[in-house]
């Protein structure tokens, strides 16, 4: 079993849609969670952290299930530029390999 | 400020050259991780460094790859006679490192291509 899973998708969505993505991760020792956005061709960035309350950034919401060992992403109101591939990345704590990606779970927002 | 930088930006080499890649973290940050990504591939971590403490290499694929930091910034990985499988995206990325989280930054990558 993978350390972090992700739906491949495409998750093919209208603009102005909600769209949530999920993600699950097998350590349960695992400590912090982010989301990052990767575009084509491009270096991923950090979109979010995710805390164990969850949280909100503007039409962006992370939710963290620690029973059930996943984390959740999602966007309302689907713009066109969303479209991008979106990692899940686990902390499972302190030192060597700290971070595992998923592998991705790919969006396209589409006119 | 400065991002993580990255050089050179696409490197084209020939199987059985060694290559070098280089990096440049944000200044201050501690630690500094390589990845590679495989085109339509997750990262797929390689080495990490911390502060003066041992590199973990858990994740360097073969001896043919190495890498060292001077100075506790700059970072150079060396692949030795590349081979076709070597190519890849080879991303690196710096951050402060925290109790409980590594926001992790990324230089923009460099594209390796073994012909």
């Known amino acids: 079993r993978k350390e972090v899973e992700q739906d491949p998708g495409p998750f093919n969505v209208p603009e102005g849609a909600t769209v949530a993505f999920n993600c699950t991760y097998s350590?349960?020792?695992?400590?912090?969670f982010f989301w990052y956005r990767q575009d084509c061709r491009k270096e991923p960035k950090l979109l979010m952290s995710v805390y164990s309350s969850g949280n909100e950034d503007g039409r962006f919401t992370a939710q963290l299930n620690r029973a059930s060992q996943y984390i959740s992403l999602l966007i309302r109101d689907s713009k066109l530029s969303d479209s991008a591939t979106y990692l899940c990345v686990v902390n499972i704590g302190t030192g060597r390999r700290a971070l595992t990606f998923g592998s991705g779970t790919r969006l396209q927002v589409q006119p | 400020g400065a991002g993580v930088s990255q050089s050179p930006s696409n490197k084209v080499t020939e199987k059985g050259k060694d290559v070098e890649l280089r990096c440049d973290p944000i200044?201050?940050?501690?630690?500094l991780y390589w990845y590679r990504q495989s085109l339509g591939q997750g990262l797929e971590f390689l080495i990490y460094f911390q502060g003066n403490s041992a590199p973990d290499k858990s994740g360097l694929p073969s001896d043919r790859f190495s890498a060292e930091r001077t100075g506790g910034s700059v970072s150079t990985l060396t692949i030795q006679r590349t081979q076709q499988e070597d190519s890849a995206v080879y991303l690196c990325?710096?951050?402060?490192?925290?109790?409980?989280?590594?926001?992790?930054?990324f230089g923009p990558g460099t594209r390796l291509t073994v012909t």
């Open positions: 350590n349960s020792a695992s400590q912090s």
């Open positions: 200044s201050g940050h501690t630690a």
């Open positions: 990325a710096s951050s402060l490192a925290r109790l409980l989280g590594y926001e992790q930054y």
